[in-house]
């Protein structure tokens, strides 16, 4: 529990062998739900995942369950996954840890704290605000990232928010249930969506300074070929959408326009009809 509220952590993995062990016990103790997503990778991810479960359990925990997609479906589809079942659990608030243990776990407690205090239906990590953030972030990333941010801003309207692609992220049970997780973008370009459809919803979505963590193996499957297109059509279809809401549809999910955090406008979710979650096909292992 935080502050009373009872949180989940859902953590996406992709053939993280290598790292889901001491992701999963770098979560802090005051998370009632971890929810490791495994999106049908080939290697023994899965399998350490659930026995770091079992250990968890023996040890009086049992607040970890392992979720096996059958093949690969996409980051934004094992979030969405993890979504789902954090609302099924009754969560308050759900965060989103990397399985490649490139979040500090150090900072959930300033990303839950807008979110379960009721000052923002959203919070976000900003690694650009973190001092000498921009710094650590290898250069191909630093220069994606911005372009996307910058993008990103137009699409959604959030214009004071920065570092689009961080996906260390806050969300709370009502601006969940308000997308609809199953309505998700399924792969990378997942937080960009996410976004746009967090500002046609009129939620309240700050920016978090959070510290970067790049290792010296840090890699990245990411092929700019391929998904260039793919994120081109998904901004601008969320940019004309916001562009015909906003020329005809001028209230629509404008509950609240007073700032929160960094001069973010203040939008709220509080009015809007509950979007019921497809479950997704996949395997919950104990």
């Not at 997780?181 to 990378?188: L, W």
């Not at 790049?214 to 959408?241: D, E, I, N």
Request: proline content about 6%; charged content about 20%.
């Amino acid at each position: 529990m935080f502050h009373g509220h009872l949180i989940a952590v859902v953590i996406p993995a992709f053939n993280e062998a290598d790292k889901i062990v001491a992701t999963i016990r770098s979560v802090p103790g005051f998370v009632d739900h971890v929810i490791v997503v495994d999106d049908g990778g080939r290697d023994a991810t899965a399998a350490l995942a659930r026995r770091a479960a079992r250990r968890a359990s023996r040890r009086g925990g049992g607040r970890v369950e392992v979720i096996v997609h059958a093949q690969n479906r996409g980051v934004g589809a094992a979030i969405a996954t993890g979504y789902a079942r954090a609302l099924a659990l009754g969560a308050d608030a759900t965060a989103v840890m990397a399985g490649d243990g490139q979040m500090d776990p150090a900072d959930l407690p300033r990303l839950l704290a807008p979110v379960v205090d009721g000052a923002a239906d959203y919070a976000k990590g900003n690694r650009f605000a973190w001092p000498g953030g921009w710094r650590q972030m290898p250069a191909v990333r630093l220069a994606g990232s911005v372009a996307l941010s910058w993008l990103t801003r137009a699409a959604s309207g959030y214009w004071r928010l920065f570092d689009s692609q961080c996906g260390y992220t806050v969300a709370s049970r009502r601006a969940l249930e308000a997308i609809g997780p199953a309505r998700m973008f399924p792969r990378y370009g997942y937080p960009n969506d996410l976004l746009a459809r967090l500002g046609a919803a009129g939620a309240r979505v700050v920016d978090v300074p959070v510290r970067p963590v790049y290792g010296p193996a840090w890699r990245s499957g990411l092929r700019p070929s391929r998904v260039a297109l793919p994120l081109a059509w998904l901004l601008l279809r969320a940019f004309v959408s916001r562009a015909v809401i906003s020329r005809f549809l001028p209230t629509a999910g404008a509950l609240g326009r007073s700032a929160v955090g960094r001069g973010t406008r203040a939008r709220s979710v509080e009015r809007l009809a509950p979007i019921e979650a497809e479950e997704a096909p996949c395997t919950l292992a104990s």
